[in-house]
């Protein structure tokens, strides 16, 4: 009986979300996130032509903008609830630009350390420019991301994005590591997932 009744509740409550005007997050965003990655190569000012091209590679447009989405989500979610405001504030969009490039370094030395040849169907910048450049690339968009942070000039946003370069290489540290016990390798693998994945994600929205 107990079955049955849940399962009616179920389905009753997914026909009243499905009867619900569902609104695309995407869509909702795409105003605050438009000209973004060409924000990001405003950022990444360099004068010597290759780096450039290697710092510019993964900011194509071809990415999902996963990330600087929910982060500018969440600031329209924030504004309107403290302030009845609608829209995104410029340093709230500067986090959800930092985010993107924090991101992007850390895929450019992912891929160094998983010596992959391929990413978002096409050769990695260690496969075209060799590995010891692109360090340096990856270490290049950091340095950008940090003086964009900088210039937010809120020594709590800064402390909170910090901490997630941080959280970055010792996220690195422990995919290069395991546990023997089972119990043990996953809360390894929990922490590692939390510091390569999550404290980017988590963090953002924080500062926003």
């Not at 026909?15 to 996130?33: A, C, H, I, N, W």
């Not at 990415?63 to 500018?72: D, E, N, T």
């Not at 290049?140 to 020594?155: D, Y």
Request: hydrophobic share 40%.
């Amino acid at each position: 009986r107990f079955h049955h009744t849940s399962i009616s509740h179920l389905f009753s409550c997914s026909k009243t979300v499905s009867d619900e005007k569902y609104q695309d997050p995407f869509q909702l965003g795409r105003k605050d996130l438009k000209n973004l990655y060409e924000d990001i190569k405003k950022e990444l000012l360099v004068s010597t032509a290759e780096l450039k091209e290697m710092c510019d590679y993964y900011f194509d447009g071809k990415g999902k903008a996963f990330r600087p989405m929910i982060v500018v989500l969440m600031a329209r979610a924030c504004n309107i609830h403290h302030n009845n405001s609608r829209e995104v504030q410029a340093s709230q969009r500067s986090v959800a630009i930092i985010a993107e490039m924090i991101h992007t370094a850390s895929l450019v030395h992912d891929d160094v350390i998983d010596d992959a040849n391929s990413r978002r169907g096409k050769m990695t910048v260690n496969q075209i420019w060799g590995e010891r450049k692109a360090v340096l690339a990856g270490d290049f968009i950091l340095s950008a991301a940090s003086v964009a942070l900088a210039r937010i000039g809120n020594t709590a946003i800064i402390s909170v994005l910090t901490q997630v370069i941080e959280d970055l290489v010792r996220g690195e540290f422990l995919q290069l590591g395991c546990k023997e016990n089972e119990n043990e390798r996953f809360a390894h693998y929990l922490e590692k997932t939390f510091k390569k994945t999550a404290s980017l994600i988590a963090n953002s929205c924080k500062a926003v």
